[in-house]
């Protein structure tokens, strides 16, 4: 095995998976899980980060960039991921798959919602746990940016979290 397709077995389904969180979209995020892997196997010199993960993760966020400028004349919210079968619990009763599913999708739409910088710092912490300076140092912001930017999403996430049950009706 060459060092890429371990490079690329090891890293393809988290570059998949940030890059669906990224844009929402599954056939988007596999794209950009292409291109990255692409550019990954044509860039010139060695990894120009400190990790060949926040190398990969850089990558595909450029590339989401990209191709974000590219059709950003979706209607907002009119971006959608399907649940990841393979990440159901198969003993979950129907109706709660149902229901995880439903709110999958409002997280998914909500995260949306956020600035592409902002998914990116809360994603990377939140679902990579991943330090403030590692963050800082794979997005090219400061740290205090980086914590700025992780606190406003979180509250919009909170924000939207807060109005979702009050829409549905739940109480805390």
Avoid at 43 to 48: E, M, N, T
Avoid at 82 to 95: M, N, Y
Wanted: proline share 3%.
């Amino acid at each position: 095995m060459t060092e890429f397709e371990a490079l690329y077995r090891r890293y393809a389904r988290d570059v998949y998976r940030f890059s669906l969180y990224l844009c929402g979209d599954r056939a988007a995020a596999e794209d950009i899980t292409s291109e990255t892997f692409v550019r990954a196997w044509n860039a010139s010199g060695g990894i120009r980060a400190r990790t060949a993960k926040a190398y990969l993760f850089a990558i595909a966020r450029n590339c989401h960039a990209e191709g974000f400028r590219r059709v950003r004349s979706r209607p907002p919210g009119g971006i959608h991921a399907e649940l990841d079968e393979s990440l159901a619990d198969p003993a979950a009763r129907p109706d709660q798959e149902a229901e995880s599913k439903d709110e999958l999708d409002r997280v998914m739409s909500a995260m949306q919602t956020l600035p592409e910088a902002d998914r990116t710092v809360l994603l990377l912490r939140a679902q990579e746990e991943w330090t403030y300076e590692e963050i800082a140092e794979a997005t090219g912001l400061s740290l205090a940016a980086v914590k700025v930017r992780i606190h406003r999403a979180r509250l919009r996430m909170a924000a939207w979290r807060a109005a979702d049950r009050e829409k549905r009706g739940e109480t805390t």
